[in-house]
């Protein structure tokens, strides 16, 4: 089992930045493949970025790619999501997520644990 707690949340103006983190405890942290994904009110919990066990592969969402850059640092058991040039449209509630299969990254089922989440608005 992994425990996940997403951090950095808050309110910004449209145009700025904000750098999340997520801090695992439990099992081996390398073991997992680690992703954010984004709920707005009255919206499906949508995909946002993936990084791979030792971080050399990304993916991430049509709508965030050259504005979000997801990283993780396997010793210290934490994965962030940088978010530049923030829009309106990207205030949600943003999750932290792990996985172990080989499976699409991009798929909310496939992922056995989520943290919380931490609200992220972008004001206009």
């Known amino acids: 089992q992994v425990q996940l707690v997403e951090s950095g949340g808050g309110l910004v103006q449209a145009g700025g930045s904000l750098r999340l983190s997520c801090a695992a405890s439990?099992?081996?942290?390398?073991?997992?493949?680690m992703a954010w994904f984004r709920q707005a009110p009255g919206k499906e919990r949508d995909f946002v970025a993936a990084?791979?066990?030792?971080?050399?592969?990304?993916d991430y969402a049509d709508s965030v790619k050259g504005r979000f850059t997801i990283s993780r640092d396997n010793t210290k058991n934490t994965v962030n999501l940088q978010m530049n040039s923030l829009k309106p449209e990207d205030t949600a509630v943003y999750y932290c997520?792990?996985?172990?299969?080989?499976?699409?990254?991009?798929?909310?089922?496939?992922?056995?644990?989520w943290g919380l989440g931490t609200q992220v608005t972008v004001s206009s």
């Open positions: 997520a792990a996985k172990f299969g080989q499976t699409r990254v991009d798929i909310t089922t496939q992922y056995g644990y």
């Open positions: 439990g099992r081996p942290f390398s073991v997992y493949i």
């Open positions: 990084i791979s066990r030792n971080g050399d592969r990304l």
